[in-house]
Structure formats: structure tokens, C-alpha cells
């Protein structure tokens, strides 16, 4: 009985074999391979400070994957396919951990804290007391100090299922000048449906002020292209905070209507650039609804069909057209040449210089108190 159910199986299959077509066969061999190669894998990448730095890799069932390393969190590696199917690498970033641990890295990929974007003269008051930081970009304090978390070593557990991992780090009190001691965790997770999920939560034992973020660099052609300036943008944000010669919010809040800084219609980079002196390096004031994920910006590259939205949950959106990269920098990805505007960042964060701007939204929390950030950075093609 049981032989004659076997080989009745046997013939339905053949016969069910027969009536697919061969490509659609073939799909599903190409589908049930990368779902095997779903998951976390590791890389060794290196030593900092006696401990091993490893490169995690997420690659999700359609074959995107997402790489991490200890050092700095840092996105060492986003790998999406564009439309017609060819997986190419729209991050800028290093082939080894020297490379990411050279002088001029701009914060390649790396976690930015504990206040990303710059504090005037290196200073602010909070509660009566005067706290003194690094001026570590001319006058002004930039992306946490002299050892922002961009520099330091996260902790990286793998959690249940096979697309996330667990950063943590610790900070203590007084390092590079902010008061308390605030315990962070991010959360990076690599969706099915290829968006990259970065989740900031952060608590303290004083009042300190907050603002994480990530500095990956992105350039959707993967290296086809090498200048941003054709990707098209759009962001909704009706205003933007201007800035001074040293980047510094004036503390206005200016409408965009129709100038350099508007990209509430998507357009090309390139196109209003060079009105904007120095380049894009500002603030926009997302136009928000509530205080949920939304959607904040969509780039494409047209000609690769690269298409990437950012979702988020907080106020402001900083638009970095890569105006400092000059092509020097060592130990880059298959040698890559990283030249003037040749990626770009798109930083969710609160206001620049929020600890000294009375009227932009508090970056400050307090103990009790749970700092929460999200981010999704969502890839898609387009024909
Ligand atoms: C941020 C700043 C820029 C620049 C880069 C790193 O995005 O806003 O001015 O400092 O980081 O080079």
C-alpha cells in the first residue's frame, strides 16, 4: 500500500514538474537559494582596543544584505539590487578597520552621539551649570566630540530570528563633557521587505542632551556614478533652519518656497546646488502629522531604477550633499575614489544646536526619562 502511494506521489510530481516552465522553475531554485542564505553571517574585522571587531551581515530572503561592525556601530555595507535585478553597494565606506579608523573618516556610516550635528562654541548651560566640550570643528562642537560613539567599541549580540542585531553602549558620565551616564541601544534590523530599521533608545542618571543619529553615505548608482548630483530628491519639509558661516542655526525658521532649499517636488541635486554656497549642509523642519514614523525624504537614481525613502520619528532631517569628501581619503573599498559630492547623508535628528536654541524642540533628558529614535531607511527600484 504504502509503495503504491509513493510511486503514485512520484508520478503526480513528475507530471506537475512538466507542466511548469522552465523559468519559472529556474525562479524558484534562484528564491529557495537566497532563502538558505538568509541570516546573520561574521567576518572578522580586525582588533580595537584588545577587543575583536566583527562585521556582521544581514542578508534578508531577497538577497539585500546590510554589514556592521563594532567600531563607531558603523554601516560598513548596504548591497540592494537595482531594476534589473544587479545587487551593487550604495554606501561609501572602508575595506578594512584602518580605514575606518583613519583621521579624516567623516563619520562614515558610524552611530553619532551623544549630540550628533554641532553645538555653538562648544558650550551650553543646563540647569544654571556650564559644560564645556571639544571644539572640534573650528569654534563649535561637532558629532559628540573628539571620540564621539562613532569611535568607540559597541557591544553587538544577534537577536532571536535572523535579522537583527543588538548594539549597546555605555557612556559615562563626563565623557567628552556631557553630564550622566546614558546607556544606549540600537536596534538594526533588515526587514523582508528591504528596509533597514535603525532604533535608538537611551536612558540616563542626569539631565544630558540627546541627539543620536547615523551618518551613513549613500550613493544609490554603486559606483557608476561618482557624484550625487543627478539623484533626484524630495523631502517634506516646508522650512529649514538657516545657518551662519560656521553652520550654526540663526535660531530662525525660514519657508523654502520655491528656492535652492525647496525639494518638496523631487529634483535633481545638481540642479540648484551651486546657489547654496559650501553646498547642502542644513536643517529641514520635516512637515510632521503626530509623533509616529513618517515619511521624511524618497531618493532616486534614475538611471539604475535605486529608489530610497526615509521614515522617522523626529523633528528634523539633515541634507548633507558629501561637500568636504575631496577624493584623498585611504583603504577605501576597492580602492574607490570617495570625490566632491560623491555621496550624500541623510541624517533624522533633532536641531542643530538645540542645547543653546531656546525655541527649537528639547534635546534634553532627564533621568526617569527614555530617549526613543527611529529611523527606516526603505530601498526599492523603480523602471
Ligand atoms: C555632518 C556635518 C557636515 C560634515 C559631515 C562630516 O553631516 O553637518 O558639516 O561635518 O558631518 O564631514
New binding site residues.
Given amino acids: 500500500m504504502k509503495k503504491i502511494s509513493t510511486l503514485l506521489t512520484a508520478a503526480l510530481a513528475l507530471q506537475l514538474a512538466s507542466c511548469t516552465n522552465n523559468s519559472e522553475t529556474k525562479k524558484e531554485e534562484a528564491t529557495a537559494q537566497l532563502k538558505a542564505k538568509a541570516g546573520i553571517s561574521e567576518q572578522p574585522f580586525g582588533t580595537f582596543e584588545g577587543k575583536p571587531v566583527t562585521e556582521y551581515t544581514l542578508t534578508n530572503a531577497s538577497g539585500m544584505q546590510v554589514s556592521i561592525i563594532n567600531y563607531g556601530g558603523a554601516i560598513s555595507k548596504i548591497i540592494t539590487p537595482d531594476n534589473k535585478g544587479k545587487m551593487g553597494d550604495v554606501v561609501f565606506g572602508f575595506a578594512n578597520l584602518e580605514g575606518f579608523q583613519q583621521k579624516a573618516n ?2 562614515f556610516g558610524g552611530l553619532i552621539g551623544r549630540f550628533g ?2 553645538i555653538a562654541k562648544a558650550t551650553f548651560s543646563l540647569d544654571g551649570k556650564k559644560y564645556t566640550l571639544a571644539a572640534n ?1 573650528g569654534v563649535n562642537a ?2 559628540g566630540g573628539n571620540k564621539g560613539y562613532d569611535k568607540v567599541y559597541w557591544n553587538i549580540e544577534k537577536q532571536a530570528g535572523d535579522s537583527s542585531l543588538k548594539l549597546s553602549y555605555t557612556s559615562p558620565d563626563g565623557e567628552e563633557g556631557y553630564p550622566g551616564t546614558l546607556k544606549m541601544e540600537v536596534i538594526y534590523t533588515l526587514s523582508a521587505n528591504n528596509e533597514l530599521r535603525i532604533e535608538y533608545s537611551a536612558t540616563t542618571d542626569k539631565a544630558t542632551p540627546v541627539n543620536l543619529t547615523s ?1 551613513a553615505y549613500f550613493n544609490l548608482s554603486a559606483g557608476t556614478d561618482s557624484t550625487i548630483l543627478g539623484h533626484e530628491l524630495m523631502m517634506k519639509a516646508a522650512q529649514y533652519t538657516p545657518a551662519d558661516s560656521t ?1 550654526i542655526p540663526t535660531g530662525q525658521i525660514e519657508a523654502v518656497t520655491g528656492g535652492p532649499m525647496d525639494f518638496n517636488t523631487a529634483k535633481p541635486i545638481g540642479r540648484d546646488i551651486t546657489n547654496v554656497k559650501g553646498g547642502y ?1 542644513h536643517n529641514w523642519v520635516l512637515n510632521r502629522t503626530g509623533s509616529g514614523l513618517e515619511l521624511a525624504a524618497k531618493l532616486v537614481h534614475p538611471a539604475s531604477g535605486r529608489v530610497m525613502e526615509v521614515f522617522t520619528t523626529e523633528p528634523g532631517l ?1 541634507f ?1 550633499s558629501g ?3 575631496d577624493g584623498t581619503l585611504t583603504n577605501t573599498k576597492d580602492g574607490a575614489k570617495y570625490v566632491w559630492h560623491g555621496a550624500l ?1 541623510l ?1 533624522t535628528q533633532h536641531f ?1 544646536d538645540s542645547p543653546n536654541q531656546p525655541s527649537f524642540p528639547s534635546t534634553i533628558l532627564k533621568p526617569g526619562e527614555t530617549y526613543h529614535h527611529t529611523c527606516v531607511y526603505k530601498f526599492s527600484t523603480q523602471q
Fill in positions: 567623516p563619520y550635528n554641532r570643528n561637532l558629532h551618518h553652520l549642509d539633515q548633507y561637500n568636504f569628501l547623508c541624517e542643530p
